[in-house]
């Protein structure tokens, strides 16, 4: 092996080497440059392979002295990996930052060449004097090269940064020497033998140090300086300070604080979640990419630092979860700083502008996703590897700060990404790209993903995720290209072989929610052949959604489950926004999921807590805390069952989605709520559940959730609207049938399940069908199309009649097996709620098939075509299964009952062929099917033959007065129907919750106003930052 | 005597940070880091100071008497020429941002170069 | 569509149709009333007639009476329940409401109000009839199911009255509509609008009443009839 | 199923039928009694069926029109077919119709299935009032439901049972053990809240004659007409017959079945013809007032 000083000679002589260079040999020069970082990279990257190999650490002295009389270095397996990446990104970096250090001139490609030879020795250093001066050698190099290569802004931005830098510097300084003083030595590791912070005035020493070593993170709330620099140095540079700098810092801290002792643990703990949580605050503001890119940066570090401070708690696992963190942030920021330099668009919404060159944008959402710690990248693995020892080890409320700040983190990170996808752009100037600055970002993105693959490979859990659908995900993004036909059949048949080869694995309960996810996304993706041309993008998203919710069935583990979960939720967030008005939408729909996976994750937590593994039947068992852990894994599913309180998103999201999205993530994606309480609820213990306060909450949720839906759809204009608000409603049924733990209640729960799948898809793809042909949602604005459109007005009339439960379709079952399991579990008001609710249920499908259908035609409607084959097929499929269902309802409910007796075997249905039998009655639905199927035609026959020819008449053929009505528009009765009903009831349509979670962003977001006007731009006040940090950490933590 | 060094230094140290943080102009900061940096050097060399020592220079002699025991700590007399250089590329390169903020507002005000901010 | 567009629309049309009056020499059309263009969903153009396209405007036909005995037991429930739809817009429609109190009570003969011309079969046609005041007739009559009996209320109904001269007054309503019962007088008291209904079921009874097939037949005549007072017709020929 | 159940059953029918037309002429004749008159005759109702069964023209606005009335008569003899009639102490007796103990979930939803189709022919005829008929007429069934609702899960409480044959089984013996008098609540309740199920006024304005024409029906006419008044009775009576076999112990045979049903019918007249119509705000306000407090209280005086 090569000796690590070397790094040193490369990096100096490359630098003297560049003296010699003409001036006028640019390329030469910066040539030269990369050479040398590779090279330095090539070394330690050599290194890194070596050590991973088994090698052992080397230690190096200069000059053969021993410290403090020499430069001494370390190469163990931690500083390889991290000069690795040091140099990589360096060496990314100077490729994105060719032509910009050519302009510059030699003396800037020089320095850049410093900056890195500097940061790796920041790295290696075991002696503290060495790491005040390369720490210098960094700051210096970092201003030379802004003040080299900047003008305006960035300069004033320099300024400051020397400024602080100096400051800090000097501080540090004076730690030293202290420490020197007590103890004797500059040595990290003599002074860690010495116990420095035992010494007397070693503590004060100490603070100096580990204080300095916090400002140089650019710690909460002292770091104006470096925020300045984020957003006015060139993105290149910022890139640099956020991934590069940033790492070596954060592994100075990570040296230093084993000098410091355990007692500085908590402290830097502490003061890492309050910068996670106020630099993630403060970003809610922003409005500048690279600015907001620095407060995240600061976040990402304020994150590690937690770590850091329990690394004593996470023991063995601190490497895996403070790399798996640092890279993300260290790839998915060097990304998006890069990104930015190539958007150059200041404003965050004009960053529509990436739209124009998709693959851009999926760098973005990439290095995003990779950010919150999304799957499948590292930042996920090490995030679950976090929440599962510190919850395992009782440390509760910083599991909550960490995921309070990674929440905020996502709302600023997604509201960007979302005016990304979804903001205007038609006025915006396209963006140039050049070679050497796309080569780094492609780069970094495709490290995510492998790295992400590796973290994932590393434990046991993860190993065990079934990677064969993200593959399958890949492959379609891959060949996106080709038309929509290609595409679609492709997918189809890969779902339906997926399905076909896991179905025998699979149990009942998931038989059941396994076929309604890939049966259903088989039919509504033969809608998709209506669509013409390529569809960019929907198929790997809308597979990706697909992915996930197969996950979550399968999963052997709980980190399975939730790698499926977030799958899902990333799948249907990108399905989500792909409608035309749906950023709103799209962003509090990914809000309320990250919250509510983040409530699932500490669930899951307590779940792992004292049980010591990760299969999915720990939910069966959970003994730590287990009221709050069953307690939040359901709030985490009822925001996927949109819940009220948690709905707000589901209105707009699937209203304003596409036509074949809207079935997708209403009659399919909710279900994955549904079977998540499921199996809460079966963990729970089923019919000997000893949680009794959970369900009976859970019950009146959903009792109320049932009233306001239902009330909520009934005064909705949008059809589609309507229809969200309706699953809102019926999602509210399930969840009360579950929360009922008795078998009817189940049967109940399951039959809706069941059936809200087959008459929500079929309304679904129906309305959203015609409103392909008639190009609007607004209900008021259709009218008399069962003239052009009479198959999906049938279509229609069906799905209407089996979702308000008129006999004898199939909504009938789940009403009565309601009825029964009321009377059976005593909870008659919520029941009653639930049947008033399905009264008014009853007016909005009125509504919704008498506006659109019935009534009078308009005048632009006239030649409209019948809705499109495409979509007529899976809705008559889904018809065929309702009348299936409604006719024979034991084929349905009598194996769901078997299934569901397992858990509660008491209060089982008796069949007796066709009829079903409980304690209270008894229901024989072929009978009364047949029943009334009879009398039906009888009747029709009487009537046809007494109207021996009825005159067939048009629409203004009507009583009018003795007038003829003028137009259709006006003659049409929709807008605003049920206004006597608003009369009486509109102090139950108030959107208390809407109004409350609106409150709560704007407090937030005023709070972070308010507060980041600390940062007044002002160099001196940053100072005052310092010194007041300094101040205040010396009386915390020495005087305290 | 050792006290009275230590003193003037930390005096320095905090007259140097009070001109940062309060003087507009921004030579005059510049000069209140000079000074601040001075400072941190002399408590440096004030803290390697061992009551009657001698200065660290050792021969044959001297290693023979007793004198070895007596010289003062040079390992911080070592650090302070580093510290100083260090300090005066800092001050350096300040005074680079100095001109070339002059240059482009006409102004050395520090008020005047908050572009960047929140 | 906002209200301002509206606005200039209709008033484009407007100028438009006075354009055409002046230089065809054609009859006058409402201007809301004439062909128009909308812009379908797909971007295609429609063209609607509103005068045509709303309709279904088929002629009538003439209803042939059922066999004998069959025939017999529906005109005796025809004339036993006579659903009445009032048409009163001059001085002779206040005779009407008496009848549904105590005094008069027209409903031991079985007949009684109803409200819409799809559910009655006897059309009360009261005070004077104006040019204006007849589409509306015509429209409501023709829109009646057949069987269906018209009594003409009052002399200013049946033969203009005293307003015999006027511009605007219809003199002859039985030039427009076939009328069954006549029952005269300025105004007729309600006992004689109940001799009418009295006389009427006699009529009916007697398979006489059956005017709706003789409005069928001389189709053609009355149409023209009703065209000639009526100028601005904007309904189809026939309004079922 | 023999023939001979067919038979009754049928012969049931055509019963009810009747007895809904005369209860239809009562009504009439009440009214006009009430105002000082003579009044219609009393076979006045079949005199217009037949009228409108004879129409000689027919329009049809389209096919789902053409069903309305076919759904709405459908769901009356429906209704009948699954509501038990008369109390012999055989679940399977003659007036049970094809009822088998009569579950009272699928009557109180059946009960939509006419409604519904109804809705949408009335829809298909393109008329307003047609729709603002309809929609005011499913706002206030929604307000109706709920304490009827209440009131039915209490009496189902109460017996353990949601079989109409068991309920009036567990009436028989005595006028003191009818939910009248057993479940006050409950019964208070349905006797107000039916007041809006009969749609008699004040709660008519779904029809609301003269206002908005005749609401749902303004298109229809003549054979389909005629179709509806022979559902309306049929229903009239079933609801009667519900509400006798809920709270008034059901009928051990005709005779009383025929009191009880006008009796019950009655009230509704009655109150309606003191009553002016209430604007729908109004209506259902008044049910969440007085009947839903009152079921609320029948729920809760049987959940302790």
Known sequence: MISPIHILTIGLGGAFALGFVPKKAKDAAAVIMLAAIALMGVLTGSWLIGLINGDSAQQVFTAGFKPPFSINLLMGLNEGALTTAVNFIGLLGGIYLYKYLKEAGNHAIMVFLIFIMGLNVVIMTRDIFNLFVFLEIVSIATAGLVILTETGKAVQAGFKYMLATGVISGVLLIGIIFAYYYSGTLNIDGLTQAHIGALRGGSVALLMIMVSILLELKTFPANGWGLDVYEGANAGIGAMLSAATATGMYYVLYKLLVMAGPEWNYWIALIGAVSFIGSNVLALKQRSAQRLLGYSSIGQIGLLMIILGFKDILGDNTPYVAFGILFSHYFAKAGLFWLAGIVKQSDIANWAVIRKKPYFLFLMGTFIFALIGFPPFPSFFAKWELVMELVNTGNLPWVVAILFGSMMEAVYLFRWFGYAIKGENENIEDFKIEWNKILPVGIVAIALYVTGYFTAQHTEAGAAINWIPLFFVAAIFILDFLPVFVKNTIAIIGMALYFYNIYPDLDNMRLVFEAIFMIGGILTLIAGYAYKGKRTGFYPVALLMYAGLTAIIEAQTTLQFFFGWELMTAGSYFLIIRGKRSMPHGLSYMLFSVGGAYALLIGLGMAFAGQDSLGMEIINTISYLPYWAYGLLIVGFLTKTAALGLHIWLPGAHGEAESDVSPMVSAILLKAGVFGIVLTLIGMGGESNSYPWLPYALGWLGAITAFSGNLMAVFQEDAKRLLAYSSIGQLGYIVLGMAMMTHLGWLGGFSYVVNHFLYKAVLFLTIGAVVLRVKTHNMYEMGGLIKRMPLAFIAVMIGIIALSGVPPLSGFAGKWLFYNAILEKGWYLQGAIMFFSGGIAFMYLWRLIHTVFLGQLKDNHRNVKEISIWFLIPIYLLLAGIMVYSVKPQWVLQPLGDMIAQWFPDGQLTWDGGTAFTKYGHWAGTAVAVTIIVAFLVVLALLLISTRKAHKVKQFDITYSGERPERPETTHVAYNVFEGLYKAMWIATIPLVETWWNKVTDFLHDTADIVRRIYNGNGQTYIIHIVLFIIVTYFVIIGG | ?118 | MSEKDMNSKVNEMLARSEANVKNSGKKFVRPEDEEREVVAPDGSIIKVNPIYDYFSGARPEEEKPRNGIVEKFLNWARAESIWVLGFGTGCGSIEIPPLVTPRFDMFRFGVQMRPTPRQSNAFIISGYLSVKTLKRVIRTYEQMPSPKYVLALGSCTINGGMYYDSYSTINRLDHYIPVDVYIAGCMPRPEALLAGFAKLKELIKAGKAEKANEYARNFDWYKANQKKIVKDWNMPDYNW | ?304
């Open chain 2, 1 to 118: 005597m050792e006290y009275i060094t230590i003193t003037t230094g930390f005096l320095i140290i905090l007259a140097g940070l009070w001109a940062i943080m309060t003087r507009k102009n921004i030579i005059r900061i510049i000069i209140g880091f000079s000074l601040f940096d001075t400072g941190i050097h002399i408590v440096m060399v004030s803290m390697a100071y061992v009551k009657g020592g001698v200065a660290p220079i050792l021969d044959k002699n001297e290693l023979l008497t007793d004198t070895a025991n007596k010289i003062v700590d040079p390992v911080p007399q070592a650090l302070v020429l580093t510290a100083i250089v260090i300090g005066l590329g800092v001050t350096a390169l300040m005074l680079a941002y100095a001109m070339k903020l002059h240059s482009e507002k006409k102004s050395l005000d520090i008020e005047s170069f908050k572009d960047l901010k929140w």
């Open chain 4, 1 to 304: 199923m023999t023939i001979a159940k067919l038979g009754y059953t049928l012969l049931g029918l055509f019963i009810v039928w009747n007895w809904g037309f005369l209860m239809g002429a009562t009504f009439r004749k009440i009214g006009a009694r009430l105002a000082g008159r003579y009044g219609i005759p009393f076979y006045q109702p079949w005199i217009n069926f037949f009228k409108n069964i004879g129409v000689r023209t027919t329009i049809t606005h389209g096919v789902m029109y053409y069903l309305g009335p076919v759904f709405r008569l459908t769901g009356g003899i429906g209704l009948f077919f699954f509501m038990p009639m008369v109390f012999t102490g055989d679940p399977n007796g003659h007036w049970t119709n094809f009822s088998f103990e009569g579950d009272l979930i699928l009557i109180l939803y059946f009960q939509l299935f006419g409604m519904l189709g109804m809705a949408l022919g009335a829809g298909e005829g393109g008329h307003p009032y047609s729709a603002m008929g309809i929609a005011r007429g499913l706002a206030q069934h929604a307000a109706v439901e709920l304490p009827l609702t209440l009131a039915f899960l209490s009496i189902a409480i109460q017996y353990d049972t949601f079989s109409v044959y068991k309920i009036v089984e567990a009436q028989q013996g005595g006028f003191q053990n009818w939910v009248l008098f057993t479940n006050p609540f409950a019964s208070a309740a349905i006797i107000l809240a039916m007041l809006g199920a009969m749609g008699h006024s004040p709660f008519n304005l779904v029809k609301a004659p003269n206002e908005i024409l005749i609401g749902p029906a303004t298109e229809y006419e003549g054979t389909y007409l005629g179709f509806m008044q022979s559902a309306g009775s049929i229903l009239h009576v079933m609801e009667a017959v519900l509400f006798m076999n809920l709270v008034f112990g059901g009928a051990t045979s005709w005779a009383e079945l025929i009191v009880k049903t006008f009796l019950i019918y009655f009230w509704s007249v009655f109150v309606g013809m003191v009553f002016p119509r209430f604007k729908i705000e109004q209506s259902i306000t008044w049910f969440f007032k007085v009947p839903l407090v009152l079921g609320v209280l029948a729920i809760i005086v049987f959940s302790f």
